[in-house]
């Protein structure tokens, strides 16, 4: 995507929503990422995962936080002007991820601020959730993320 096209900073304003997903959730790939990251019987075997109070094949935490990365990053990461994130203030995982669920949501701007410290850089908090096919919240999380800023030194803060 060339650079103009790009959202900046100023594209970010509060209140800004991203919708996220939807994302089918397949057993193969709860059992293939908890091999690999987390494997905690609930995660790799159905039944296990019926036995424990996850109530069936339950996708890792971290296997819904990288579902939902995927999800923000196919809605809007890769047409951002994205500096990184310094980090995470919180995730919350709500209910389990099921084998068989279909997930989406969105992200929401929640405030937005030009960085002191870094200059033609932005800080905007963004607040995420996640709910399956029920309308069921699954993932809640919040984070700021650095956004270049277009016009340094013309943005409202």
Known sequence: MPKDDLLHFEDMPPGKVFPLGPKNVTADEIIAFAMEYDPQPMHLDAEAGKESILGGLAASGWHSCSMMMRMMT?????RTAAEGAPGIDYVKWKKPVLAGDVLSGETRVLDSRESQSRPGIGIVSLRHELRNQN???VL???NPVMIRL????????
């Open 140 to 142: 809640e999380s919040e």
């Open 150 to 157: 277009r016009n340094p030194g013309s943005a409202s803060s």
């Open 74 to 78: 196919d809605a809007y990461l890769l």
């Open 135 to 137: 309308g069921e919240t």
